[in-house]
């Protein structure tokens, strides 16, 4: 399976960069291991987003495609595999996809979450979010900017994902 390569990747760096902090809490070592073990759910993920840009959407719903992704992803585990996607893992990704792909940043809403603490992020502060519609970015710890604060040195480029078969309704009886 091309996704479960064990060559270094955007997420392999940042781990090492928030280790190199001296930071790497229990629950971001749960998001690792899930990322190891099943690299193809940032690819589906970030796809959608774009795919939901590209269609003329102003935002989007991490939240939702978290609960998408279950549905088109959770019938490709092999038997054996350990595929759980925890609630409470979204807000992870949805800061790990704006650390790797700052042009994301402000494209969803994010909530406060100990994910910040883990990641060392924060959201920007209440009063620069008072447009209507406005949704707030995410920060470095120290106020700079996402897209000008640590970068991978590998860029994160979302491989193909295979999905599930639609569901298809069974024709009206004549």
């Given at each position: ?6 060559a270094k990747d955007a997420i392999d ?16 070592r749960r998001v690792y291991a899930l ?124 491989k193909p994902v295979s999905r599930r ?10």
């Open positions: 399976m091309d996704n479960q390569v064990t760096e940042l781990m090492q960069h928030r280790r190199e902090q001296g930071k790497r809490p229990p629950m971001l990322h190891k073990t099943n690299r193809h759910l940032l690819d589906f993920l970030v796809q959608e987003l774009r795919d939901v840009r590209e269609s003329g959407w102003s935002c989007a719903s991490v939240r939702s495609l978290w609960e998408y992704a279950r549905w088109v992803l959770a019938k490709r585990r092999v038997p054996g595999e350990d595929f759980a996607m925890l609630n409470a893992i979204a807000p992870y990704y949805a800061r790990i996809i704006c650390i790797l792909h700052p042009d994301f940043n402000g494209f969803f809403v994010m909530n406060k979450s100990q994910a910040d603490a883990d990641l060392g992020t924060v959201l920007e502060p209440v009063a620069g979010a008072s447009k209507p519609g406005y949704i707030r970015r995410l920060l470095w710890v120290d106020g700079t900017p996402i897209e000008s604060g640590w970068r991978p040195t590998t860029p994160h480029e979302p078969e639609r569901v298809r309704r069974k024709p009206v009886a004549a």
